[in-house]
């Protein structure tokens, strides 16, 4: 049995088919769509209260009978600095200007990192989910036991080799091999170091060779053929995000999957503007402002990103979609508008070498 066969027996899935969590678009339907097609569907809590976290999670075990991953982010709180808070509040106050709306006059933290929430262990261990994946970063040795002893299945995101022998040591059970490619936030445990920026073919080849655990491909894949090649390259399974973010199951607005079936999705940028944390989306004003070279440093993660989501709630109430986080991987303008079910099976087709058409 290979790697990518064990892996799939392990998990109790039929095929090498991960949804990427995706926090704020994936929902209990596209996770338990997914999952029912053969897949491993996947709900991203990062960005939710535990209540709703636990909605979300029971909505999804009602929806099917098989496994599902739960992901959590693993960041360390925030470097609060109210000068420099205070000055990119002030850089970007000709936005809010535009949007209808006052600078506000206090930024928040408004995710709890799953490193200090008591509340979410205590749900997950609860509820069972089949899968745990984290993102950031990784929990301590006692939160990772507790979940394996519940009989979890454990997964953290690396970006690099570092972070993979990091995870392994911990005893974590999989690696998600994020290349630069991938939309969204870097998984990256420290934000400030040099990002190596790996493609998803050389960080499988690399982590493949050096570490022992088995390894998702992450970033850029949007078809079978990726897929394909990601696991000739060696992966045991493929992660791919952007690439259902059309599907009618996902919560991407109206404005978003627009963006995303227009000339404007092949155009994506790795910025820190949004949230604070490098992350991968299309590129809008927000980003262009934000990158100019007269700006300030940008607040923290998650510190920042309250400012270009308050501010993105205002421009959005006008009509102006254009300081959204749009978040798309470099794949973006391969994205197909189907139903999740049927992605999977046509993903699968391509797999197994079907047409290309």
Known sequence: MNTSSRLIARIGIRYPIVQAPMAGVSTPELAAAVTNAGGLGSLGI???????????IERAHALTSGPFNVNVFCHKPARRDGVAEAAWVEYLAPLFEEAGIAPPDTLGESYTS?????EALAMLL?????????????????RIASMKEAGIFTMAT?????????????GIDAIVAQGFEAGGHR???KPEATDQCLSTF?????????????VIAAGGVMDGFGVKAAIEAGAAAVQLGTAFVLCPESSANKAYREALKSEKAAETRLTKVLSGRPARGIVNRLISFGEASESPPMADYPVAYDAAKRLNAAASKLGNHEFAAQWAGQGAPMARELPADELVALIMEEYRGGNAG
């Open 46 to 56: 990062g960005a939710s209260t535990t209540a709703d976290a636990r909605k979300m």
């Open 202 to 214: 050389v960080l499988v080849r690399l982590l493949t060779q050096k570490t022992k655990l088995p």
């Open 187 to 189: 998984g990256m445990f």
């Open 114 to 118: 799953f490193i200090e929430d008591d």
């Open 158 to 170: 690396a970006t690099c080799l570092d972070e993979a022998a990091t995870i392994e040591a911990a």
């Open 126 to 142: 609860e509820l069972k989910p089949a899968v745990v994946s984290f993102h950031f970063g990784i929990p301590s040795p006692e």
